[in-house]
């Protein structure tokens, strides 16, 4: 790997501490505004729609200029959706601004990567891009948890009496900091000398295009297998954040700083699931791991019955390292895959738009039972059967697709590019 890709590991780093640092910080104003629960889940679905909106547009930005560049300024609009948190603006529409600075800067962040390394080194990139996603996502729901917490608030307005703010304000200045952290590194980010033809600058053009783009990966009979899982994975694990701190809260008896740090165990199952993947999957049989999604949804069932943190502990560990074994090679398979068929930046925005609607509809319905107050246990038996049954007929599609269509031929495409 070289020194530029380190830096863009640890962009990528700092910039996801934030937003998970800023997500629970997020849902604790919503609870010294005496909220109603069913806005927690809703707070993720406003960051995501962007995702979804300027899919047709981010894509053509993110080739349009060098991707360090791009990401220094998607960057800074993250900022300004944290920092206007501060004067008094409803979290969900802030943090819906620092979902419109993550849209646009994803496919710079991994489409940089497609054009500084080679073929061979995508999975093992993708490992460490999702280590470091994983670590951030670990150590970012921690801090949201510990800055935002009364015992943080406490200690510092003990050494720094200035400080007025309530816990969770305090908590969110922190966090701007950070994502200027994240700036700086984006600031020093290389140019690759990569570059892309004119892109389309007229909206209606844009969005032709985007389609064009969305209907030639999901055409692709090895593209629409992996986009179809990754697809499902990211929206199951957006409403399995909030299912785990509920359920930290109600069947173990933590506090909202305490249920955060639970879901630390299941980062770092999923880092040590993506770090063997990353070393022992190599791309040419990424599919050969399509029939472990069945068993994310059935492990979830353990759920129900759990009361121990100290049985709890090893299970998040256990499902988050099957989530990132699984998840690596599914996605280093569609990154490539599209990379083939179609330009870094605009095959990244076809993969987060498909996504970002699973994680739309996925938090929606997850908003919608808590709304209608149905219980924990059953919104999980729900999305254990949703998981399990889908996971299922993706497996047989796959199946299907290299019985009449010889998608291992595809496959074989990828390894040789993997050669070359």
């Known amino acids: 790997m070289t020194p530029a890709f380190y830096i863009i590991l ?60 791009v990401m220094l ?27 419109l600075g993550a849209a646009a800067y994803s496919p710079a962040k991994y489409g940089i990567i497609t054009e500084l390394l080679p073929a061979e080194k995508l999975v093992a990139a993708n490992g460490w891009m999702e280590a470091a996603t994983v670590l951030s996502i670990i150590f970012g729901t921690a801090l949201g948890g510990f800055l935002s917490s009364h015992f943080t608030h406490t200690w510092l307005v003990a050494h720094i009496p200035s400080i007025t703010l309530s816990p969770a304000f305090t908590a ?3 966090i701007c900091g950070v994502y200027g952290l994240a700036a700086y590194l984006n600031f020093l980010i290389p140019d690759t000398g990569t570059r892309y033809g004119k892109q389309a600058h007229r909206p209606i053009a844009l969005i032709k ?16 297998i992996s986009l179809a899982i990754t697809t499902l994975l990211w929206g199951v694990a957006a409403v399995m954040q909030f299912i785990i701190l509920d359920w930290a809260q109600a069947d173990l008896g933590k506090t909202l700083e305490e249920a955060s740090a639970m879901q630390a165990f299941v980062g770092v199952g ?47 560990i256990g499902i988050g390292a099957l989530a990132g074994f699984f998840l690596v090679p599914m996605n280093a398979m569609l990154q490539h895959r599209g990379y083939v068929l179609l330009s870094a930046g605009h095959s990244i925005a076809v993969q987060n738009f498909n996504e970002n609607l699973s994680i739309l509809l996925m938090l929606s319905i997850y908003a919608g039972l808590k709304y209608f107050h149905v219980p924990l246990h059953t919104s999980i038996l729900f999305f254990v059967f949703l998981i399990t049954t889908l996971m299922y007929l993706f497996y047989r599609w796959y199946v299907y697709n290299r019985t009449h269509y010889d998608a291992d031929k595809l496959i074989e495409e990828v390894a040789h590019h993997e050669h070359i």
């Open 209 to 224: 295009d985007f389609w064009h783009c969305n209907r030639t990966l999901w055409s692709d009979k090895l593209g629409q």
């Open 270 to 316: 999923s880092t040590i699931g993506a770090i063997l993947a990353a070393r022992f999957v190599a791309m040419r049989r990424a599919t050969s791991v399509i029939p472990l999604g069945m068993f994310l949804g059935i492990t979830l069932v353990s759920l129900l019955w759990i009361r121990s943190v100290w049985i709890a502990f090893p299970l998040m």
């Open 10 to 69: 640890a962009a990528q780093f700092f910039s996801s501490l934030a937003d998970n640092a800023l997500l629970i910080a997020s849902i604790a104003l919503l609870r010294e505004m005496l909220a109603d629960q069913s806005q927690e889940p809703l707070l993720k679905a406003f960051f995501t729609v962007s995702y979804v909106v300027l899919a047709p547009f981010v894509g053509a930005f993110a080739d349009s200029r060098p991707k360090g560049n």
């Open 73 to 99: 300024i998607t960057n800074s609009i993250k900022v300004a959706g944290c920092a206007i948190m501060l004067f008094g603006v409803h979290p969900m529409l802030a943090y819906a601004v620092v979902g």
């Open 172 to 174: 969110i200045t922190i």
